[in-house]
């Protein structure tokens, strides 16, 4: 005689709760607000950058800001897995920290979420000051199980795209099965 046991497992993601943050071209570190952003993950290019001891203007948690990741070849890109598909807000941490782009017009570049432009032409030194913290915020679904994000040079190519940190939340309920049977 066989038995066979079916087990099912539901776990509900609800809005506004973290699915995953990442320190870009950093180490493991916790925010004063009690986020854990992990040690740099899920990018699938790049160079890390680091500047320790930098003053970062707008933000309490200058060292987040103080290492990012940029990519001088190409697109910088990551692929970050979340549980499934739904609606998800995208937060990306920006701080232009290198002082070979203390200038406005020195480092442009557009980003693209799930292969859709979502802005274009960001030159962080002209649009917020050089070594200021500032989050661009996205709702997007992602259909295929992975937060696909794409920084690419603009025309004429001058600075590298680069990153400073990751954060995404469910935006809408995410509720996760799964199914197992064993016999």
Same mark, same amino acid.
């Given at each position: 005689?066989?038995?066979?046991?079916?087990?099912?497992?539901?776990?509900? $993601?609800?809005?506004?709760?973290?699915? *995953?943050?990442? +320190?870009c071209?950093?180490?493991?570190? !916790?925010?004063?607000?009690?986020?854990? $952003?992990?040690?740099?993950?899920? $990018?699938?290019?790049? @160079?890390?950058f680091?500047?320790?001891? =930098?003053? %970062? &203007?707008?933000?309490?948690?200058?060292? =987040?800001?103080? &290492?990012?990741?940029?990519?001088?070849?190409a697109?910088?890109?990551?692929?970050?897995?979340?549980?499934? &598909?739904?609606?998800?807000?995208?937060?990306?941490? $920006?701080?232009?920290?290198?002082?070979?782009?203390?200038?406005?017009?020195?480092? !442009?570049?557009? %980003?693209?979420?799930?292969?859709? *432009?979502?802005?274009? +032409?960001?030159?962080?030194?002209?649009?917020?000051?050089?070594?200021?913290?500032?989050? @661009?915020?996205?709702?997007?679904?992602?259909?295929?199980?992975?937060?696909?994000?794409?920084?690419?040079? !603009?025309?004429? /190519?001058?600075? +590298?795209? /680069? =990153?400073?940190?990751?954060?995404?939340?469910?935006?809408? &309920? %995410?509720?996760?099965?799964?199914?197992?049977?064993?016999?």
């Amino acid at each position: 005689t066989t038995t066979t046991t079916t087990t099912t497992e539901s776990v509900l $993601f609800v809005p506004g709760e973290l699915i *995953t943050a990442i +320190n870009c071209g950093g180490d493991t570190y !916790t925010a004063l607000d009690g986020t854990v $952003f992990a040690a740099d993950r899920d $990018f699938k290019n790049g @160079f890390p950058f680091t500047q320790p001891g =930098l003053s %970062i &203007s707008g933000t309490l948690d200058d060292e =987040l800001y103080e &290492s990012e990741r940029y990519n001088d070849q190409a697109a910088l890109k990551y692929a970050i897995d979340v549980p499934a &598909s739904g609606l998800y807000r995208v937060e990306l941490m $920006f701080a232009d920290i290198c002082t070979c782009t203390d200038k406005a017009g020195e480092r !442009t570049f557009d %980003i693209l979420i799930e292969g859709v *432009t979502r802005t274009r +032409n960001v030159d962080l030194t002209a649009q917020f000051g050089w070594a200021t913290a500032h989050t @661009f915020t996205y709702v997007v679904f992602v259909s295929d199980g992975t937060l696909s994000l794409r920084l690419e040079h !603009t025309e004429p /190519k001058n600075d +590298n795209p /680069k =990153l400073s940190a990751i954060r995404v939340v469910a935006d809408a &309920s %995410i509720e996760v099965t799964t199914t197992t049977t064993t016999t």
